[in-house]
Nanobody, 124 residues
Framework: QVQLVESGGGLVQAGGSLRLSCAASGRTFSNYAMGWFRQAPGKEREFVAA????????FYADAVKGRFTISRDNAKNMVYLQMNNLQPEDTAVYYC?????????????????WGKGTLVTVPS
């Protein structure tokens, strides 16, 4: 089992920045690919960003490319999502996700573990 706990969400004005953190515990963190997903009110959960277990490769949804950056610190069992130039359409609950090593988690079929989420609100 892997436990994932997100933090760092909150209310931010349009154009502002937030950094989300996800703390992992339970298994060897470096054995897991990691990702971030989000779910806006009334919408399905969607992919945001992914990073391989080694940290060597990243991938982003088109909607966030150039504004969001995913990173990880395997020594600290942490994964981060730096979000810049936030817009009202970024308002959602953001979920941390873990999947098998060597993969890139770009859809929820590849996810083995989920966190409980952290809310990001960007008022219009």
């Amino acid at each position: 089992q892997v436990q994932l706990v997100e933090s760092g969400g909150g209310l931010v004005q349009a154009g502002g920045s937030l950094r989300l953190s996800c703390a992992a515990s339970g298994r060897t963190f470096s054995n897991y690919a990691m990702g971030w997903f989000r779910q806006a009110p009334g919408k399905e959960r969607e992919f945001v960003a992914a990073i391989k277990n080694s940290g060597s490769s990243t991938f982003y949804a088109d909607a966030v490319k150039g504004r969001f950056t995913i990173s990880r610190d395997n020594a600290k069992n942490m994964v981060y999502l730096q979000m810049n130039n936030l817009q009202p359409e970024d308002t959602a609950v953001y979920y941390c996700a873990a999947g098998p090593a060597g993969t890139m988690i770009t859809n929820y079929y590849g996810v083995n573990y989920w966190g409980k989420g952290t809310l990001v609100t960007v008022p219009s």
